[in-house]
Structures are given as C-alpha cells and as structure tokens.
C-alpha cells in the first residue's frame, strides 16, 4: 500500500465512526417511549401533535403507572363525540362499547380519556363528528420531550453504546490498515 494514502484510511475511517452519530441522534428522537421508560406520576401540560388543525389537543394530562399509561386530553371544540383507536373504516362495524365518550370540561371543550401505549410514537385514531356522523382519521403523537426533567428513566447512554462500538471498530480497523501498511512499507 501506499504510505501516503495512510492519513486518508485514517481520515474516512474517524468520518465514517463521526457520520453514524447525527442518524443516531434523529433515531433516537422518535424512538417510542413505554410506560416502564417514564417514571410513575401524573404530568400536565403534555404536548401532544396531531395530523390534523381539526383535531387540537389543547392540553393533555399523562397519568403514567405500573399498569400504562392513560391520557385526559382536551380538544379545542366540541364537534367530536366519540373516539375509537384504529382507523374510521374498522370503527364502523365496531360496537359502541369500543369507543371512548367524550366528556365536557364546561368551558366548550370536549375530553377524552384514552389509554396510550407510547409517547413519540403515532396514534392512530378516529373522531365521529357529531355534525356530519362520521368518522375522520387523525394521528396523534404524545411527545417525550415536554415531559419535565428526569420522568424519562431510560438511559441515553446505554443506546450511544452500540454506535460507540461501532466507532472504535471502524477507528481500530483504520489504525489496523495504517499499521499494517507501515510494517509492510519498512520491509
Ligand atoms: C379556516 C377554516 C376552518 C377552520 C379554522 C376549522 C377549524 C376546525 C376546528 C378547530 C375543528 C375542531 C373541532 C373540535 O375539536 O371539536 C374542526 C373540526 C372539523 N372541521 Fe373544520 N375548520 C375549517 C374548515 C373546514 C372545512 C372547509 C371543512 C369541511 C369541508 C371542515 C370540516 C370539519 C369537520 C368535519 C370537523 C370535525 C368535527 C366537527 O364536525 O365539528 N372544516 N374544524
């Protein structure tokens, strides 16, 4: 090998260890949080985002326990009647007994109290609109982020260890070449 390539091995070696960690980083922000990730309590002012302007959640308290975790959102209206978690069109041959009522916070908002199986992490779900009867298909994305410090209990660095790996593998396989490439040089 040519000793002058030595310092570019090395150089797309520490580039290659460098660029896994900013696709680490978006991976982590929408990696799903479940209840044993997130510290027993209740938490106020949940951000919550939607597909939908039509579907405002304008606050939302998350109750996490032992159990799961179960969310009382509000809505900006009071235009939907009911919830069911899936799609309108399964909604539609369900029973009235898979739905979540609405109940009223008397200031013309609408509530819901639905289960949540995890924070930054799409919820399918459905709103019947009590004007036109039917149903429309929302998202909604209950975010980590506006959690308080320290409710989220898993450790940020037992997910960096893998990618640290990786980094030193590829840094050890850079020094590895560059060795070799000098020995094989000297003789
Ligand atoms: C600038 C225009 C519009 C604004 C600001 C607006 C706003 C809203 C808001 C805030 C809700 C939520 C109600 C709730 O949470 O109870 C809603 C629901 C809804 N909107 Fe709109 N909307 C607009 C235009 C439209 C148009 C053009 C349509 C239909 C062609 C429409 C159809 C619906 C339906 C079906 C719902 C579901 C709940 C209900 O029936 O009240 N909206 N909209």
Redesign the pocket.
Known sequence: MNIRKIPLLVLCALLAALSSVPAFAADKEGTPLYAADIQNGVYENVAVDST?????VIACTLTVTDEGMTAHMT??????GKLYLGRGEAARGEDESAFYPFGDDGEG??TFDIPVEALDKPLPCA?W????E?W?DRDITFRSDSLPEGAVIRKAGASWLPVAAASAAVIALGAAFAFFAIRKKKS
């Not at 809505?75 to 939907?80: A, E, K, R, V």
């Open positions: 939908s302007s039509m579907f405002r809505l900006s209206g009071q235009g939907f908002h609408h709103g609109s009590i004007k036109r039917e429309f």
